[in-house]
Nanobody, 124 residues
Framework: VQLQASGGGLVQAGGSLRLSCAASGRTFSSTNIGWFRQAPGKEREFVAAITWSSGRTYYADSVKDRFTISRDNAKNTVYLQMDSLKPEDTAVYLC??????????????????WGQGTQVTVSS
């Protein structure tokens, strides 16, 4: 599966952005999708994930109640709605995919496919 992340940009603190992760190739509806982010000089950090079967969602504590992950299998797209953005949310956001039901949503090593990332910058 090939992944294309988009929707990043520059926004003021308190603002919103919606990221999209469009998939092509292998059957998208059987993939679990995760969003991660990486700021300069920092390790890659889990943000949110969603399963393909039940739509169960997972969130990092730092974004819970501010970010919402959703998917539209008909459009082969996963979305990350980001509200109440903070300067510390500034990072490159990447989407990733993994097939199957045995996975660790919060572990980057669980994912076999990665998109190229989209930059999110939140000004104070």
């Amino acid at each position: 599966v090939q992944l294309q992340a988009s929707g990043g940009g520059l926004v003021q603190a308190g603002g919103s952005l919606r990221l999209s992760c469009a998939a092509s190739g292998r059957t998208f509806s059987s993939t679990n999708i995760g969003w991660f982010r990486q700021a300069p000089g920092k390790e890659r950090e889990f943000v949110a994930a969603i399963t393909w079967s039940s739509g169960r969602t997972y969130y990092a504590d730092s974004v819970k109640d501010r970010f919402t992950i959703s998917r539209d299998n008909a459009k082969n797209t996963v979305y990350l709605q980001m509200d109440s953005l903070k300067p510390e949310d500034t990072a490159v956001y990447l989407c990733a995919a993994v097939y199957g039901s045995v996975w660790s949503p919060r572990s980057a090593g669980s994912y076999g496919y990665w998109g190229q990332g989209t930059q999110v910058t939140v000004s104070s």
